[in-house]
């Protein structure tokens, strides 16, 4: 996928995320000192750790957690495994997480972790050990009352089970509520390994709806990355009625004009080692270029940060962007498409369906009192509609687009508390 590996290589997430907070803090009459501290983490932790590998050998990786605001509450956020993962990448993920908490009205800030590694080359055994070593590493900044982590891209619920034990073990006494992401068994939520890709299309059906397009039927929907997000995103819609016409990951995109049957598409990767398409018989294989550029009503990026820039963002042809990934398009190519009329519904609110249910969860295992998947989902859509529609009146009250007008919103939230509470001592 060249594309995606160039965009990755030559734009930067940090600088980005600061532009976008730039454009819409400019909106708002914050002191500039508060307007200052909210563009810088509060704090971050970079690791190198040591780890046996299956063969005997002794490896070593690096590692970071950051913290980027706690003024509304502990920080929340993932935590990622990708060989290109990179200090200022997490940083903007940090920020991006504490805008799409204040959002949705949770009472976290951002923070966001990531290893650099291969998790598809290594071994589960060998990704226990780097888990645990990790976990042990930042469990000085981690606690279910000051941060708590979750599931990115490369990791799962499994990840967190190991998190929470090993966190579990420094302090003596189980902790489920440390991480959430879990698995059901030790103390997860229904419905949370399915939220964010449910919340994407929560919001495209409702952004779909007040465009007086209410046949799913009649729309088609491709879909970027196969994943954490975009799998479930895929699978939503299907059972909803929309024809996702392409899906893709890291070994390349699948399409089929006529629409693909999600389930088979599902039933095959859960064959495949690490759940890959590679091989998938039923659509032609495209490139990553080439499925972005699809002629389709609405189109989901749900895999990295940076893949709809300036120079593809004219090649766009879908009149809907719905961002199940962070950050995946850069401020250029917001422009571009803006200026064709192509809407966005920005990540902040997109992909706010995973720490939604992640806050859920979180309250539940503090209570050991849990729910069943129709509340899990029934609160999940009210969270995420209340904040769309709060988006759509800040966006008609300053007169802007979307991304800014959900950022105008956070950014508000989170300055007014700042303002509110003081500055210490």
Excluded at 179 to 187: A, F, M, S, W, Y
Excluded at 320 to 332: D, F, H, R, Y
Excluded at 392 to 408: G, H, L, P
């Amino acid at each position: 996928m060249a594309v995606q590996a160039e965009a990755t290589k030559h734009i930067n997430a940090y600088e980005v995320a600061l532009r976008q907070y730039d454009r819409a803090v400019a909106y708002l009459d914050l002191p500039a000192g508060i307007k200052s501290f909210l563009r810088m983490p509060k704090r971050e932790l970079s690791v190198n750790f040591p780890v046996r590998m299956d063969n005997g050998d002794i490896k070593i990786f690096s590692g970071y957690r950051v913290h980027h605001n706690t003024v509304l509450g502990p920080s929340k956020g993932g935590i990622r495994y990708a060989p290109n993962v990179d200090l200022d990448e997490v940083r903007a993920l940090a920020m991006w997480m504490t805008w799409k908490c204040a959002l949705v009205n949770l009472p976290y800030g951002g923070a966001k972790g990531g290893v650099i590694c291969d998790p598809y080359s290594m071994s589960q055994n060998e990704l226990e050990r780097l888990t645990r070593r990790y976990a042990a590493e930042i469990s000085i900044i981690i606690s279910p009352h000051s941060d708590i982590p979750a599931p990115d891209m490369g990791t799962n619920a499994q990840t967190m089970a190991w998190i929470m034990d090993t966190y579990s073990m420094t302090v003596g006494y189980s902790v489920p509520a440390v991480v959430t992401g879990k698995p059901l068994n030790i103390g997860g939520s229904q419905g949370r390994r399915e939220a964010t890709g449910r919340g994407v299309i929560i919001c495209m059906d409702e952004a779909l709806r007040r465009r007086g397009q209410d046949d799913p039927s009649q729309i088609s929907v491709v879909i970027q990355g196969f994943g954490n997000v975009g799998s479930w995103a895929a699978k939503h819609a299907y059972d909803l009625g929309y024809k996702v016409i392409a899906v893709s990951d890291v070994t390349g995109g699948y399409y089929n004009e006529n629409g693909l049957d999600i389930d088979d598409v599902l039933e095959h990767t859960s064959r495949n080692p690490h759940g890959l398409l590679e091989g998938y018989r039923e659509a032609d294989q495209i490139t990553n270029a080439e499925l972005l550029a699809l002629e389709c009503d609405v189109l989901a990026p749900c895999a990295l940060e940076n893949q709809i820039t300036a120079e593809n963002a004219h090649t766009i042809k879908a009149s809907l962007i719905v961002e199940g990934a962070n950050g995946p398009t850069t401020p250029e190519a917001d422009d571009i498409l803006m200026d064709r009329g192509i809407d966005i519904i920005p990540d902040i609110l997109a992909n706010a369906g995973g720490v939604t249910v992640s806050y859920f969860e979180w309250v539940q295992g503090l209570q050991a009192f849990f729910w069943d998947v129709e509340e899990v989902n029934r609160q999940l859509r009210r969270v995420l509609i209340k904040a769309y529609d709060e988006v759509i009146n800040t966006r008609d009250q300053y007169n802007v687009d979307m991304r800014t007008a959900a950022q105008i919103t956070a950014i508000k939230r989170v300055g007014e508390a700042t303002r509110t509470r003081g500055i210490y001592p």
